[in-house]
T-cell receptor
Framework: RKEVEQDPGPFNVPEGATVAFNCTYS??????FFWYRQDCRKEPKLLMS???SGNEDGRFTAQLNRASQYISLLIRDSKLSDSATYLC???????????FGTGTRLTIIP | GAGVSQSPRYKVAKRGQDVALRCDPI?????LFWYQQALGQGPEFLTY????????KSGLPSDRFFAERPEGSVSTLKIQRTQQEDSAVYLC??????????????FGPGTRLTVT
């Protein structure tokens, strides 16, 4: 079983819709959580960190549920430019490396 | 300012050849990471440097893989006797903090290695 699991999709969503992704992690020692975005044939880029209290950045909202060990990302009023692969990422206590999920592919349809 | 750069961007190697992949991190960044990304997968950790010290190489898949960062800046990932299963994108990332500080890792564009 992978340490970070995501639904690979693809998610094909009409422009303006709301879309949500979930991700689960297996290591209870995980201490930091992130969503990275990766465009086709490009490098991953940090979208947002995820905090226990939940956090919002414009149209994007991230939530963390430590008890159930899952992380979510909500995108409201989706734009064509949101089309990308969204990578769920965790970092474990005492370890500098990032552990990535396989990514969820999102396509926004005009 | 300049981001993380990697070279070459594309490399085609015949099976059995040795390859060397270069990473120039963001100036002043203490930590440097190498990841391997296979098609349709997320990046997988290979190794981590804090300055010139290689603190974690647990992700290197075999002893054919070797990484160094002799002066604490530029890093090279070397793969000896390449195999087809080595075909992937090799990503380098750097971050400004050292051990104990988790913050954003900035990724380079990657080197796409194809072994034929």
């Amino acid at each position: 079983r992978k340490e970070v699991e995501q639904d690979p999709g693809p998610f094909n969503v009409p422009e303006g819709a709301t879309v949500a992704f979930n991700c689960t992690y297996s290591n209870s020692a995980s201490q930091s959580f992130f969503w990275y975005r990766q465009d086709c044939r490009k490098e991953p880029k940090l979208l947002m960190s995820v905090y226990s209290s939940g956090n919002e950045d414009g149209r994007f909202t991230a939530q963390l549920n430590r008890a159930s060990q899952y992380i979510s990302l909500l995108i409201r009023d989706s734009k064509l430019s949101d089309s990308a692969t969204y990578l769920c990422v965790v970092n474990n206590f005492g370890n500098e490396k990032l552990t990535f999920g396989t990514g969820t592919r999102l396509t926004i349809i005009p | 300012g300049a981001g993380v750069s990697q070279s070459p961007r594309y490399k085609v190697a015949k099976r059995g050849q040795d390859v060397a992949l270069r990473c120039d991190p963001i100036s002043g960044h203490v930590s440097l990471f190498w990841y391997q990304q296979a098609l349709g997968q997320g990046p997988e950790f290979l190794t981590y440097f804090q300055n010139e010290a290689q603190l974690d190489k647990s992700g290197l898949p075999s002893d054919r893989f070797f990484a160094e960062r002799p002066e604490g800046s530029v890093s090279t990932l070397k793969i000896q006797r390449t195999q087809q299963e080595d075909s992937a994108v090799y990503l380098c990332a750097s971050s400004p903090l050292g051990r104990g500080g988790v913050n954003e890792q900035y990724f380079g564009p990657g080197t796409r290695l194809t072994v034929t």
